[in-house]
């Protein structure tokens, strides 16, 4: 895959198909090519551009970077490869790049779907974000295994949970590919939102799709539909089924929305 140098970064990044750009944001620990799972080849087969990348901390990154930053390192890629106005996908930490790259570079967005997204932090997420900085900073190692286990449990919906066969092959998954916690990863856990933004997205002015997945325990559908009721004129569409892995485990239903939401006339 090509590399672009972004703001002293070497960021790989993928772009396949043709037509109007689409630039794919990935959440926290992840890849860009897991978007190439399912939401790349449906967009082109819709007739898009699709751009997918490592954001900073995958991309190998020290630590004390903001969320300023992967907001100017994604404006950085958008500019590097001569894209103009596109539409944006951001799913978890990515959707909230996405919201702030729409108030900081208005300019670089037409339209963008944010999913599994938030706002502003509760009690639990504090304390679940806050347990799992502290078993990283511990230096206490898992087995394979149990984080397996406890990683479908939060992402993954009861329906899939449910279903020995479908729930056996994502444990199968996630026990042979296990997050890779570099300290550029670890360092994404600290870009949480720890004041209220909903406030802010009242400024934002493109046109947006919020997609809340019903069975989400890491960022549940009420935040994400709070985000929807903040940005003017924004959409939003819920998923049954789908936990906060929604895009992986319901990727038809999501897929459907993304297509349709762009033929709209979201230029």
Same mark, same amino acid.
């Given at each position: 895959m090509p590399f672009a140098a972004v703001n002293g970064l070497r960021i790989e990044y993928d772009d396949r198909g043709s037509g109007e750009p689409v630039v794919l944001v990935m959440g926290t620990g992840a890849r860009g090519r897991v978007w190439h799972l399912?939401?790349?080849?449906?967009? *082109? =087969?819709? @007739?898009?551009?699709?751009?997918? +990348?490592?954001?900073?901390?995958? !991309?190998?990154?020290?630590?004390?970077?903001?969320?300023?930053d992967l907001v100017a390192?994604?404006?950085?890629?958008?500019?590097?490869?001569?894209?103009?106005?596109?539409?944006f996908v951001g799913t978890s930490m990515g959707a909230q790049?996405?919201?702030?790259?729409a108030l900081a570079r208005p300019e670089l967005v037409t339209a963008a779907v944010l999913m599994a997204t938030r706002g502003r932090s509760d009690r639990m997420r504090r304390s679940l974000g806050a347990a799992e900085?502290?078993?990283?900073?511990?230096?206490?190692?898992?087995?394979?295994?149990?984080?397996?286990?406890?990683?479908?449990?939060?992402?993954?919906?009861?329906?899939?949970?449910?279903?020995? *066969? =479908?729930? @056996?092959?994502?444990?199968?998954? +996630?026990?042979?590919?296990?997050? !890779?916690?570099?300290?550029g990863v670890?360092?994404?856990l600290d870009l949480?939102?720890?004041?209220?933004?909903?406030?802010?997205?009242?400024?934002?002015?493109?046109?947006?799709?919020?997609?809340?997945?019903?069975?989400?325990?890491?960022?549940?559908?009420?935040?994400?539909r709070e985000v929807a009721d903040a940005i003017p004129g924004a959409r939003y569409v819920e998923i049954a089924d789908a936990g906060h892995y929604g895009y992986l485990e319901r990727p038809e239903a999501v897929n459907d929305a993304l297509v349709t939401f762009f033929a709209g006339g979201h230029r």
């Open positions: 399912h939401q790349v080849p449906a967009l *082109v =087969a819709a @007739g898009y551009r699709v751009i997918t +990348f490592d954001n900073r901390g995958v !991309a190998p990154a020290e630590p004390g970077f903001t969320i300023e390192d994604t404006a950085g890629l958008v500019e590097h490869l001569g894209l103009g106005p596109c539409r790049v996405v919201s702030e790259l900085k502290v078993l990283l900073d511990k230096g206490i190692e898992v087995p394979a295994q149990y984080d397996a286990a406890v990683r479908a449990v939060l992402n993954l919906s009861p329906r899939t949970l449910n279903d020995d *066969v =479908a729930v @056996g092959d994502w444990l199968d998954l +996630f026990e042979m590919s296990p997050t !890779a916690w570099t300290r670890r360092a994404q949480d939102i720890t004041e209220s933004r909903l406030a802010a997205y009242r400024a934002i002015e493109v046109p947006c799709l919020v997609i809340g997945f019903a069975d989400d325990l890491r960022l549940p559908p009420h935040l994400a």
